[in-house]
């Protein structure tokens, strides 16, 4: 086990496993990082308000009824529509690299001790049919099942981070543009079954794009700090047993 050893007060020591510490770092982060964008989003009208006002007098067209107009309407629509849900969209996808690769990461670490888990991914292992079939939430939790002899996440977070997934993969293939989705027969259902019964995800009327809320954002926060912390409490369980069968037969 990797440990790290701790002087206290009492001069006693105590033992501080710092397995996946790294991802702990990222992961004690999220909140407030996400925190510190949405106090970001709340300052954004004001500031492009303030952007209409300065334009305006620097251009002289305080007088033009039809600039003033075009100024303070793109100022609220940027402040109040494009840059919070630019800012959102972008926050899902780090959030989804974040939750893959602490689960790929995780999985690496944990094969070290067992020679019978193959990698994820394993290009040996992908020639057969069943092994890289579906996206990638559907075969790491395949791998963690079959190979590392552990779940990847409770059965309550699968749909869920499934959800964000599909999302993440919208924005980042798609720039939130949610027509190439509807036109696929499972992606249109899937993403149907999103708008359902998730409140704070909805399409925006004219640009048919994705509009992630304050709350969804939160909550898909929220989700995958929580999955996480469950995923390194499994592999640091599964991870002791596999170096007590390496000592017992050492």
């Avoid at 790290?4 to 496993?17: E, H, L, P, Q, Y």
């Avoid at 794009?209 to 996480?228: E, F, H, I, P, W």
Wanted: glycine share 4%; net charge negative.
């Amino acid at each position: 086990m990797e440990t790290a050893k701790v002087n206290k007060a009492s001069d006693t020591m105590r033992i501080i496993d710092v397995r996946f510490s790294d991802i702990n770092h990222v992961v004690y982060a999220l909140d407030d990082y996400l925190l510190a964008l949405e106090a970001h989003i709340e300052t954004l009208p004001k500031y492009q308000s303030d952007i209409a006002h300065q334009r305006l007098t620097e251009g002289d067209l305080w007088e033009d009824e039809a600039e003033v107009s075009l100024a303070f309407q793109l100022s609220g629509h940027y402040g109040k529509d494009l840059f919070p849900r630019m800012i959102r969209n972008s926050f899902v996808v780090s959030l989804w690299s974040i939750y893959e690769g602490a689960a790929r990461n995780i999985s690496d670490f944990v094969q070290r001790h067992d020679a019978n888990a193959t990698k994820f991914d394993d290009p040996t292992q992908n020639a057969k049919p069943t092994n890289n079939s579906g996206n990638v939430l559907q075969r790491l939790r395949r791998h963690y099942k079959s190979e590392l002899i552990f779940n990847l996440c409770e059965a309550a977070d699968y749909e869920h981070l499934n959800d964000l997934l599909l999302l993440r993969n919208i924005i980042a293939h798609d720039n939130g543009s949610v027509e190439r989705t509807r036109r696929k027969a499972s992606g249109g259902k899937h993403l149907q079954r999103i708008l359902d019964r998730h409140d704070g995800v909805t399409i925006t009327r004219f640009e048919d794009s994705l509009d992630l809320n304050s709350a969804y954002v939160g909550r898909a926060c929220k989700l995958v700090t929580s999955s996480l912390e469950g995923l390194i409490d499994r592999a640091r369980i599964r991870d002791d047993a596999l170096i007590l069968m390496m000592k017992k037969t050492a």
